[in-house]
């Protein structure tokens, strides 16, 4: 089977890693619904996947329940030199770490199918894209990997003879012997280990079949690794969703925005608008690769093709497109069990079906205090099914950017929207971001913390040089976007949000739109551009609230951000260091 493969490094690496790994077989998936369909019912024959009744084409799976999203703590990056991970990222050098990797590896496929999965990052042929390569033992991650990239024999067929692709390894890390029985989920969360090989180029993951630790398109190439090509190569990979907005004048633009994991970036990207002739076209939920065009502009691609959402809150009101994409051909993982094969998750319906099984297999009691959806469930759902993806989101030239929004989590001091000053500000703006964690990585939920580009666990170098990478980019491109800083979460003091959110925004993305077209005025203030006027129309609102800068709170953030940068030393930018003083002294003034 593998005479069928045309490169030959491919082919070599692909027999190296047989030679570790010793599976009992190999596979090489063309990418084929009939392929898709063959191995969704082989995971329903072992219990892995149940069919659900009433979506057509999809799947219910359940995790190990120590299995259930990122682990950043074994996330690492492997450069060379320590200093070019920096002080954000795991390090371990990499000649120990490939020691290491190579034993956990060694028969760790023992009784196992090994997957070739081609897939282009990218829609085909784009120049904007790049070709992964992932071996798994996996066939679920198989099956989330169709839906997520363009998996298949054309992308062997793009490749070539002398085609470069990122190579990735996978493995759920439990050998089966003679004898023993498979489980369910497979896992290995003892020895769970994510890593970078930067400078090589290349993905090696072990123990986790969850998300983004085991789909290793998505955040370890498309966002670690393609974070460093960028770096060398004059362009951004950045953690954004991707957005058209039209106006109802009929003219368009596409804004990027960046927010930290499970702060609603799926909910922005597919916003049904509530001011009437306003239109928001979902081009991307999670992944931005923007790279310069003659032109001068930044063009953006969504590398993914479908989308890994966060199932709970999701609902009629808060995000019915997402509902609809996922009607059908979609998988579900740690969502709870309706009684008629149907898929729950909390918020999806003001009250819970009865008798609901959850996560975990059990049947659910409401009483226990406990969700019935892990707070990490997912939909993977192919992103073409979107009512609303939009006419270029497939275009191999990518969109022109005309914004870029940072956001993140935060219940006071940010102010719902305010525009930098330039892009030296913009870039300080990014660099600043923090953000209350979320169920999408292990550990705290609800803790403040610095989330720079919401890029904190997805950069793949060292971060401040990350900030250098965005100073410089007026080098690559003279019509940079315009930058904002938005926080859809303010609370009162009793604790209730001051801004509705979802729909709403569209109001705020209509000013932005407009301060693209220089039509809407603003404010200069101390933190920034603020809006001198904001449509609101039909809601009644504390619009005062969502706008005060107290300058006191600032001072202290600014104190806090000086001790947070300290960590980078030499390898904060002299640009961002200038941004935090000027801000300080406009504080002051
Ligand atoms: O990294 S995942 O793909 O599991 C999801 C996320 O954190 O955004
Ligand atoms: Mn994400």
Request: charge should be negative; include cysteine.
């Amino acid at each position: 089977m593998l005479e069928a493969l045309q490169n030959q490094k491919l082919e070599a690496w692909i027999h190296e890693m047989i030679e570790l790994t010793k599976p009992a077989g190999v596979h090489i998936c063309d990418g084929s619904q009939e392929e898709y369909d063959t191995l969704c019912a082989q995971m329903v024959e072992r219990g892995v996947f149940t069919k659900l009744a009433q979506r057509p084409n999809s799947y219910y799976a359940a995790s190990d329940p120590r299995d259930v999203a990122r682990m950043e703590k074994r996330t690492f990056i492997c450069s060379e030199n320590e200093i070019d991970a920096g002080p954000t990222n795991n390090w371990m050098p990499p000649q120990e770490m490939e020691t290491k990797l190579r034993s956990l590896f060694e028969g760790c496929m023992h009784g196992r199918t090994l997957y070739v999965i081609p897939f282009s990052m990218g829609p085909l042929g784009s120049e904007i894209a790049h070709i992964g390569v992932e071996l798994t033992d996996s066939p679920y991650v198989v099956c989330n990997m169709r839906i997520m990239t363009r998996m298949g024999l054309e992308i062997l067929d793009l490749l070539g003879e002398e085609g470069g692709f990122i190579p990735s390894i996978h493995s759920v890390g439990v050998p089966l012997h003679v004898g023993d029985h498979d489980v369910a989920w497979p896992c290995n969360p003892e020895e769970t280990l994510v890593v970078h090989f930067p400078e090589k180029r290349s993905i090696w993951s072990f123990g986790s079949g969850y998300g983004g630790n085991a789909l290793l398109g998505k955040k370890c190439f498309a966002l670690r690794i393609a974070s460093v090509m960028g770096r060398d190569e004059g362009w951004l990979a950045e953690h954004m969703l991707i957005v058209g907005i039209t106006n109802p004048e009929g003219k368009k633009k596409y804004f990027a925005a960046a927010f930290p994991s499970a702060c609603g970036k799926t909910n922005l990207a597919m916003l049904e608008s509530k001011l009437p002739g306003w239109k928001v076209e979902c081009v991307g939920d999670d992944i931005a690769w923007m790279k310069p065009r003659l032109d001068g502009q930044l063009y953006a691609i969504n590398p993914e093709a479908g989308f890994f959402g966060v199932a709970p809150g999701t609902s009629l009101k808060s995000n019915p497109n997402a509902l609809r994409t996922c009607n059908e051909n979609s998988i579900f993982t740690n969502v709870a069990l309706t009684e008629n094969g149907d898929v729950w998750w909390e918020g999806l319906t003001e009250t819970p079906p009865d008798n609901l099984i959850d996560w975990q297999g059990n049947p659910w009691d409401p009483a226990s205090g406990k969700p019935a959806a892990h707070p990490n469930s997912r939909f993977t759902a192919p992103a073409h099914q979107c009512p609303v993806i939009d006419p270029a989101w497939e275009d191999p030239e990518g969109v022109p950017i005309s914004a870029i929004l940072f956001g993140g989590r935060r219940d006071s001091v940010i102010p719902l929207v305010y525009e930098a000053f330039d892009w030296n500000h913009g870039t300080f703006l990014g660099a600043t971001i923090s953000s209350q964690t979320t169920a999408a990585a292990t550990g705290a939920v609800g803790k403040l913390r610095h989330d720079p580009f919401a890029m904190l666990p997805f950069c793949g170098y060292n971060m401040g040089d990350y900030f250098g990478h965005w100073l410089s980019m007026p080098q690559y491109a003279p019509k940079l976007p315009k930058i904002f800083a938005v926080n859809w979460f303010q609370k009162s003091p009793e604790g209730k949000y001051l801004w509705p959110g979802f729909g709403d925004n569209i109001r705020v993305l209509k000013w932005i739109f407009e301060r693209c077209e220089e039509r809407a005025e603003a404010e200069e203030s101390a933190i920034g551009y603020l809006p001198k006027q904001l449509d609101i129309s039909g809601l009644s609102l504390n619009l005062e609230a969502l706008f005060q800068i107290d300058k006191k709170e600032w001072l202290k953030e600014v104190a806090e951000i000086r001790v947070y940068f300290e960590q980078f030393g030499a390898r904060l930018p002299e640009g961002i260091c200038r941004e935090l003083d000027a801000l300080e002294k406009r504080l002051n003034q």
